[in-house]
């Protein structure tokens, strides 16, 4: 069966790195994704099934993966080769169709007792992701034993699909899984029991946008103040979304100075938003959440943040937090599910590809907020393959 493949190769993923700087989603084209014939996964054992994808989607952990801007920090927790796609619905042999919970915890792993966050039902956080009968894989896509959406055919375990009503349609329901990390970090949020000031969210990429989403129409907490980039469709769908009020990045310090009365010194206020919810994680983006964050207030680190560096002297000058939020727990999804049909989210799946076409859908995707575009995925329903594995 057809399978976009990553493989080790270290020339190819320096290739993929350097071509990625200079045009991204580049590394597609140059680096150790290649589309492939190889044999169907296997099953690892009992509670497993087949799942063939209809689509699958292209997200920011892939782009960094294919154009080598990935931590080394994964590299113990992957496993070569795997094919990536876990943004995934896709049906299982009985006709069902389902969406992926692609987190590869101790149930998936076969491992008993489960770790403490297993138990507790923090599944992100299980300690066993390089151990039990799986190779290495903090998530399907990441996986050897696995495969991942992005092929004909893949295997999840049963404690990994979320079955899907025939009123959700296949739009909507891929936009279920990074809706479910919108939703965990609208939790992470709802916790912190903010005392007034502005929300605000920095980004406005498919996370952005559905955390806008999520805090507004699950939570119905405070409508969030939303730092988006210039390009006029990502800033159309904020609002749509959400957001109270949108402004481009270099109107966001003056914008939440305003909002909370602060004063300014240098490029810093005095005051600031008691939680910004970042939701891009470069250098810049932090730098821009570090400096309108308030004394004491935190900062929520949603986007895959990779390689950055950091003035981190007003993080301890003003005793600010910065937090990590990874993943989602099974509840998320639930939700995650009723709000992608309550808003139509499926409208944010602005193109879609054949694999045969990867090099121009990671383009595209790479591309996305300059296109006009948000998120990009492969339609594999059209695939002849899929029928012969019926």
């Not at 009503?165 to 809706?179: G, I, K």
């Not at 300014?264 to 994680?281: E, Q, R, S």
């Amino acid at each position: 069966m057809k399978a976009l493949r990553f493989e080790r190769k270290v020339a190819k993923f320096a290739a993929a790195a350097v071509a990625g700087r200079i045009v991204p989603g580049r590394g597609a084209k140059h680096g150790p994704l290649t589309l492939k014939e190889v044999d169907p996964p296997e099953l690892p054992g009992p509670g497993w099934v087949r799942l063939r994808p209809r689509l699958a989607g292209i997200c920011g952990s892939d782009l960094a993966t294919i154009d080598g801007r990935s931590s080394r920090y994964f590299e113990p927790i992957v496993s070569f080769p795997f094919t990536l796609g876990h943004e995934v619905v896709g049906d299982l042999d009985d006709g069902t169709r389902a969406v992926l919970i692609p987190v590869l915890h101790c149930a998936t792993r076969g491992i008993d007792p489960p770790c403490d966050s297993c138990r507790a039902g923090r599944i992100n956080l299980c300690e066993r992701i390089a151990f039990g009968h799986l190779d290495p894989g903090l998530q399907s896509g990441f996986c050897a034993t696995t495969g991942g959406g992005w092929s004909i055919a893949m295997v999840a375990h049963e404690s990994q699909l979320l079955p899907i009503p025939d009123d959700v349609t296949d739009e909507q329901a891929v936009l279920v899984e990074p809706t479910a990390c919108a939703v965990h970090a609208a939790r992470v949020v709802e916790s912190s029991n903010l005392d007034g000031g502005p929300l605000v969210v920095v980004g406005s990429g498919a996370l952005g946008l559905l955390t806008i989403a999520a805090l507004r129409h699950t939570l119905r907490l405070t409508p969030p103040m939303n730092g988006t980039d210039t390009h006029p469709e990502q800033r159309r769908w904020a609002k749509e979304l959400g957001a109270d009020r949108v402004v481009e990045p270099h109107e966001l310090a003056r914008a939440v100075r305003s909002e909370t009365s602060s004063l300014m010194i240098g490029d810093h206020l005095t005051g600031g938003a008691p939680m910004v919810v970042d939701c891009v994680g470069t250098a810049t983006s932090l730098t821009d959440s570090l400096r309108v964050v308030a004394p004491g207030g935190t900062v929520l680190v949603v986007g895959m943040p990779g390689h950055t560096q950091l003035d981190l002297t007003p993080l301890w000058h003003r005793e600010s937090a910065l937090r990590g939020c990874y993943a989602y727990t099974r509840d998320d999804f639930d939700d995650a599910l009723a709000l992608a049909r309550l808003l139509d989210l499926g409208r944010l799946v602005s193109a879609t590809y054949p694999l045969h076409r990867y090099t121009e859908a990671v383009e595209h995707a790479a591309a996305a907020g300059a296109r006009g575009a948000v998120r990009v995925a492969f339609d594999l329903r059209s695939e002849k393959q899929r029928d012969d594995l019926r």
